[in-house]
């Protein structure tokens, strides 16, 4: 009489132990070699262990549903002849070929699902549907997916296919696809530099609220006295006005950060000119032209340069380096506008405003309920450079200059 | 003379796969050529399922008639002893084979489709040459088959007149080995081999798999194990061969048996069945930029390679790689080329084997279900109750059919049954399933008594909990 002991076998693909799902054996039961004994499952399948050798089963090392490592004593039989314990081996998953003359037969462990020569689908991941009714909805381009099913068991009928098709009665279908498009051309730089941006720039946001109802009378009413030679005011060259006021006082805002000079440690710019980049919407994406040394136009010229960059980055005509340089920028979303925004920076700049939409808004005054322009007006800064203090103060500088348009044109 | 010919689809290789799929493009008015090497048919009809049916046949007849002529036939049977022409059996079996032949020949004219004889060599995925002609199709179809693997340390013999042959010179042989060796008990082994066994030879199977017909369960194959017992027939599992060696006519074969000692066996024929492998090699496949699923080219649902307008079928695309499944892909990618939209998603595809006795399979065994995770039951109905079985011999090989069903549904997700005639079951296993019928769908359908097929609405009641003829 001998003693076999069966290690746990190796089942391969990294798996260091796998649960004894259940016995097919228990002690004292005699075995046949190849007799499934018990299923082991693991993260990735559930193989039948099967006997590999015959014997009395005198010890099995664990519990159903216990776990179990892989070259542990699984099971210990009594054999007849001197049948000596393999040393366990990796097994592969699939039958072995029997091309080649092996020296040792292989452990006896077959995977479940045995490469019978049969293919089959499993029925409970695909729609059932007969082979007639399959072809009609290829015909049709129906996904069989989508089609509810009213057969006993959940199989597709020709009546199901014709209540698809009629649109289920409701006119409503459901919709199956997708469209890939690879990110090339102006996407791409796009989707590098809002990414560059997030990545990099430690962004805090602001948003404040300004009453704009006497900047906006002012605004209409030097439209309405406007001679043909000067160009239609829009709110833009005001607030581009209040920046080249503001960015005097707080000149950490008009800068840019190289932050890979200086060993790592970056270098800030702080940039006397005021080239304020105008995020405009193209049909190509998000461009952002720039209107040059903003300092030194005064509100009709400031009017003059938004419309030409805005319609030359429309057209596609926009020279180049006019889409570069910026220190500042500011984003609007014109008639939308929304409530608030959280604006991306333009790196490598530290700073960017963006006006929300202007709503005629009930305001307390003293002790009175008024009616009054009021506007928020969001903003992001590179919280590396500029102290949410500083930023802060700034947003307020402008405000007061928004809500008292003499100042605008006062030093 | 050298000619250069275009075509909307060249289809290379006649299997069943290439002419299945000449013949529906000729059909839809697409301008066809069929580019064949050999005979029109290919391996299913010159050299595999037709051939060997005949050959089993023609065994099976021989069988019956040397058991009444041993006065041990039950039905009372009493003859003289027979005898086998085999050289007028293997004549009979090409006259088949010549007339399928033809009737492909035929059906491809009459399809408008034209045929090219020669060897296909392509230089890029739309162009080749054919002897001196040239060929430049917009679609091609690969439907260049397979053929037998061959072991190491036994090379086939050359010209088939040596001693270590495959299952095409096992189809053509002059004489009838008195010692035959069977390596590989697959399917294709085990119904030459049996066959063989049933006109008078001496057959031993040397397998390195733990059991025979390791593609079906032991539950299937275990009425064939007890044929091959009956009939003294050797099977030796978990053995390798190594080689062979040669003394005149005798030729011995040295093999590694399961205890992994050296053992000899001494026999005239050694019929060498341990699979098949893909024809890739020698037509250019590699200047066709496709893309390759180990050894077998790699396409998606609706049978296109990497190369768009190259289209592979049949037994160059992978497993099963049945006759039947290359002819449901050439039918389909023919659509698909002509402009209708097509998959290849069958619910299940018919595996038999026509050993003794025969086994089919169509769709999951209960350990496949078991595998998917699903919870089911499973009905059997065994041909000893089976009126017809009874009066025709089936019930004497201890065969059954198995059903298995989902257990929430009762829908049928697998049908295998083993048994004499069981194959010509097979169409309803697979309709039953591609229709999605479930138990009560078979047990309410009325089966023709006394027929076979009545053990599957049997088999669907004792699953369904209340079988008739049965406890």
Request: aromatic share 4%; charged share 20%.
């Amino acid at each position: 009489m001998g003693q076999y002991i069966f290690k746990m076998p190796d089942i391969g693909e990294g798996v260091t132990e796998a649960e004894i799902t259940e016995w097919h054996v228990k002690v004292g039961d005699k075995v046949e070699e190849d007799d499934p004994v018990c299923d082991a499952m693991t993260d990735k399948a559930t193989v039948e262990l099967t006997a590999p050798a015959s014997g009395v089963v005198t010890s099995v090392g664990c519990a159903a549903g216990e776990i179990m490592a892989i070259g542990g004593d699984l099971i210990i039989f009594e054999t007849d002849g001197n049948v000596e314990s393999p040393i366990p081996t990796p097994i592969k998953m699939e039958a072995p070929k029997a091309e080649k003359p092996k020296p040792k037969p292989a452990p006896k462990l077959k995977p479940k699902a045995a490469p019978a020569p049969v293919t089959t689908s499993a029925p409970s991941s695909k729609p059932l549907a007969s082979p007639a009714v399959r072809r009609r909805a290829e015909d049709q381009d129906i996904d069989l997916s989508l089609v509810p099913a009213s057969g006993k068991s959940g199989q597709i009928t020709h009546a199901d296919l014709d209540t698809y098709s009629k649109g289920g009665g409701s006119g409503l279908q459901k919709l199956a696809g997708s469209t890939e498009i690879k990110v090339t051309g102006m996407r791409r730089i796009i989707a590098q530099r809002m990414s560059e941006s997030k990545r990099r720039i430690p962004h805090f946001s602001y948003v404040e609220t300004i009453d704009m109802t006497q900047i906006e009378r002012t605004r209409v009413h030097l439209n309405s006295i406007r001679v043909d030679h000067r160009p239609k005011l829009t709110l833009m060259p005001f607030v581009m006005r209040a920046i080249v006021k503001a960015v005097k006082l707080w000149p950490q805002c008009n800068a840019t950060f190289d932050d890979d000079a200086n060993g790592g440690s970056g270098v800030i710019t702080q940039h006397s000119p005021v080239h304020i980049g105008m995020a405009a919407q193209t049909p190509g994406g998000l461009m952002v032209p720039v209107v040059r040394h903003a300092e030194a136009l005064d509100i009709w010229q400031l009017a003059v340069e938004i419309a030409r960059i805005g319609e030359a980055a429309k057209t596609g005509s926009i020279a180049p380096a006019e889409l570069s340089g910026s220190t500042i920028s500011l984003t609007s979303l014109g008639k939308l506008a929304g409530i608030m925004a959280t604006p991306v920076i333009n790196r490598p700049e530290v700073a960017i405003l963006c006006p929300n939409k202007i709503v005629d808004t009930p305001v307390i005054e003293n002790g009175q309920m008024v009616v009054r322009k009021m506007m928020n007006f969001s903003t992001s800064f590179d919280h590396r450079v500029v102290d949410g203090f500083h930023a802060a103060e700034m947003v307020a500088y402008i405000k007061g200059l928004l809500e008292h348009p003499a100042t605008l044109f006062l030093d | 003379m050298a000619e250069h010919f275009t075509c909307d689809v060249l289809v290379v290789g006649s299997g069943p796969g290439g002419y299945v799929a000449a013949i529906r493009a000729g059909q839809l008015g697409l301008d066809t050529i069929l580019v064949e090497d050999g005979r029109l048919g290919g391996t299913c009809l010159i050299r595999g399922c037709i051939p060997s049916k005949a050959l089993i046949e023609a065994a099976e007849k021989f069988e019956q008639a040397a058991i009444n002529a041993s006065g041990k036939s039950e039905i009372g049977l009493v003859a003289e002893k027979p005898k086998l022409d085999f050289a007028k059996t293997i004549a009979w079996k090409d006259g088949i084979t010549d007339k399928l032949s033809s009737g492909v020949a035929g059906l491809l004219k009459s399809a408008s489709v034209r045929v090219i004889s020669g060897w296909a060599v392509f230089e890029n995925a739309k162009t080749c040459t054919v002897g001196d002609h040239k060929i430049t199709a917009t679609s091609v179809i690969l439907a260049t088959g397979s053929k037998s693997v061959e072991l190491g340390g036994l090379p086939f013999s050359k010209n088939g007149d040596g001693p270590v042959i495959s299952s095409t010179e096992a189809l053509d042989l002059t004489e009838i080995p008195k010692k035959l060796a069977v390596v590989g008990a697959g399917y294709i082994g085990m119904e030459l081999g049996i066959a063989y066994r049933k006109i008078g030879s001496d057959v031993t199977f040397i397998e390195a798999e733990k059991t025979i017909l390791p593609g079906f369960d032991k539950q299937l194959s275990a009425p064939v194990s007890k044929w091959l017992r009956d009939h003294k027939v050797s099977v030796q599992t978990g053995s390798f061969t190594k080689s062979v060696s040669s003394k005149g006519a005798k030729h011995t074969l040295a093999y590694t048996d399961k205890n992994g000692t050296e053992a000899k066996l001494v026999c005239d024929k050694i019929l060498i069945t341990v699979g098949r492998r893909p024809n890739t090699e020698g037509w250019g496949l590699e200047n066709m930029a496709v893309d390759m699923n180990g050894a077998f080219v790699k396409i998606d649902d609706k049978c296109q390679t990497a190369m768009r307008g190259v289209y592979a079928i049949g037994d160059l695309v992978g497993e099963p790689m049945l006759a039947h499944k290359a002819s449901a892909q050439g039918e389909m990618v023919a659509e698909i080329i002509a402009g209708k939209r097509r998959t290849f998603t069958p619910a299940a595809i018919p595996a038999v084997c026509f050993s003794d006795p025969e086994i089919v399979s169509v769709g999951m065994t209960p350990a496949n279900a078991k595998t998917a995770g699903l919870e089911t039951v499973e009905g059997k109905f065994h041909w000893a109750a089976n009126g017809r079985a009874l009066t025709n011999g089936t019930a004497d090989g201890g065969g059954f059919v198995r059903i298995t069903a989902r257990k929430d549904t009762g829908l049928i997700l697998g049908i295998q049954a083993v048994g004499k005639h069981v194959s010509e079951l097979s169409g309803e296993f697979v309709l039953a399933i591609e229709m999605n019928a479930t138990l009560q769908d078979m047990a309410g359908t009325i089966h023709a008594h006394p027929t076979l097929s009545e053990a599957t609405m049997e088999a669907a009641l004792s699953a369904l909990g209340h079988p008739l003829h049965s406890v």
